[in-house]
Structures are given as structure tokens and as C-alpha cells.
């Protein structure tokens, strides 16, 4: 374990001394911060609207928007979810990929470094990567939580149970995302085949639940429980759903594994 996390920190002081780590931050917290205000003033726009009317003469969606947890953070975390999808294979496809560009992949399986303890290393340097990523996002819940506790009907500006169980959907989506965006990078050697590849696995996979609506039962059931979407929607609204925890577990360890294999198979040849 003392190897995987020497090779950890090395991963992560590669990043952080390179200019292509900051600007995933800028664009994560810029996407992020342009559909904050959104829903801010979509938030802003439903309370005038409410006051005025009163909350009876309003649609049905326009509950969620009683309370910022609801209206505001709630969503926002779905948003994060679709900016993690573009911003994570362009984390997870220098992990692999760039050592066997530079020819320096053969130089590490000659080492006495297991091929567990090099993909345990090289996932928890990415890991730290998209946490800090996701990290960054954290300051939107503090911003309302300093300055909207007027807007909310309840007193609190937040129900910060809700707010952080959502928060750790989107930190466990970012995890399946860098396992299985290193797995792809471990089968090529180009930097931009692997975070294309892995686009384009991600995608379809978190949309799975709408393109199934036409299936017929029992493949619908399964399909709508295979969908990223459907396994992080209850989290996201603060629901602890112990199915979305071994689901997602089980793919990291999944790509995690074949991540594995890859490389010992490489080893050998």
C-alpha cells in the first residue's frame, strides 16, 4: 500500500504542475457558477411569483422551489453530474496513455512494482484529481448558506444533510468516472483516443434510463437499474440509497479489475 500511495502522490504532483489540471478547474467552476446564477434567479423569480399568488395558484413543479435545498442546490448537483461527464475523461486520459506515449510504461513493469499496487497508485492520484475538481463546487452551498437564509421559508438556508448526501453522489459518480476512463486510457496510447473513448462510453450509460422507455418489461427494469441516472437520482434529492452504493462500487471495482488484467497481460507480452 506504501507504493500505490508514493505512486499516488506522484500522479498528483504531475497535475498540479501542469496548466491542463487548471484549466479543467476554471471551466468546472465557470459551468458551474453560470448555471448557480440560473437557478438562482429562476429561484428568485418562483418566490416573487409565489408571494404575489400564493403558492396554491402556482404548478405542481414549482414545490421544489419552497426552499433552496430543493430549488437550488438540489439541481445544481445535477448539473454538476452532466459537467463531471465532459470533464473527467480529460482527467483520467493522461494515466496510462501518456506512459506508453512516452515509452515509459515498459520502464515501469520492470520495476518491482506489482501491477495492483501501480493501478491502486495511478486511481487514487486521479481520484484526488476529480475530488478537488468536485471540491471546488462545495462553494456554492456555502455562498447560500451565508447569504439565503432570508429566502428560505423554513429559517435555514439549507438542509445540509440533504446537501451533502447529494454532494457525495456527485463525488461517487466523479470515482466511477476516473476508474473507468483509466481503464480506457490503459488500452490506448493516445491521450485524446482515451477521453473521446471514454465520452463515449459515459454517455450513453448515464442516459440509459430515457432511451429505454420504449422497451418492454422485464428488460426496462433492468435497464433503467444499469443507468448512472436512475441509480443517482434519489441521492441527489438527499435519499441514501445502499442499491446506488453497491452498484457504483461495483463498477469501480469492475473497471478497477480489468484495469488490472490490462496491464499485467502487457507485462507478460
Not at 85 to 107: G, H, Q
Not at 113 to 136: D, H, N, Q
Not at 149 to 177: D, I
Not at 191 to 207: C, E, G, K, S
Request: hydrophobic share 55%; with cysteine.
Amino acid at each position: 500500500m506504501r507504493t500505490a500511495l508514493a505512486i499516488a502522490r506522484k500522479e498528483l504532483s504531475i497535475y498540479f504542475t501542469t496548466p491542463w489540471a487548471y484549466a479543467v478547474f476554471t471551466a468546472m467552476v465557470a459551468l458551474s457558477s453560470f448555471f448557480f446564477m440560473g437557478l438562482l434567479q429562476s429561484f428568485q423569480q418562483v418566490q416573487e411569483m409565489a408571494q404575489e399568488h400564493g403558492w396554491n395558484r402556482l404548478p405542481p413543479d414549482a414545490a421544489v422551489y419552497r426552499n433552496l435545498t430543493d430549488g437550488v442546490v438540489a439541481q445544481l448537483w445535477g448539473v454538476v453530474l452532466i459537467v463531471t461527464l465532459f470533464v473527467a475523461p480529460f482527467l483520467s486520459m493522461r494515466l496510462f496513455a501518456e506512459e506508453r506515449r512516452n515509452k515509459t510504461f515498459e520502464l515501469l513493469l520492470t520495476t518491482p512494482v506489482r501491477p495492483i499496487e501501480l493501478v491502486l497508485g495511478k486511481y487514487l492520484g486521479g481520484l484526488g484529481i476529480i475530488s478537488t475538481a468536485l471540491g471546488l463546487t462545495i462553494v456554492f452551498p456555502l455562498i447560500l448558506s451565508v447569504f439565503g437564509a432570508s429566502a428560505s421559508e423554513a429559517g435555514a438556508a439549507l438542509e445540509w444533510p440533504t446537501v451533502l448526501l447529494g454532494y457525495g453522489g456527485v463525488l461517487l459518480w466523479g470515482a466511477t468516472c476516473m476508474a473507468v476512463g483509466m481503464f480506457i486510457s490503459s488500452l490506448t496510447e493516445s491521450q485524446m483516443v482515451a477521453a473521446l473513448l471514454t465520452f463515449v462510453v459515459l454517455l450513453p450509460w448515464m442516459l440509459l434510463r430515457g432511451l429505454a422507455q420504449g422497451v418492454e418489461e422485464p428488460l426496462r427494469s433492468f435497464v433503467n437499474y444499469m443507468a448512472f441516472d436512475s441509480q443517482l437520482q434519489n441521492m441527489l434529492v438527499g435519499v441514501l440509497d445502499l442499491k446506488a452504493l453497491v452498484f457504483f462500487l461495483s463498477v469501480i471495482f469492475f473497471s478497477l479489475l480489468l484495469t488490472h488484467r490490462t496491464v499485467e497481460a502487457q507485462r507478460w507480452a
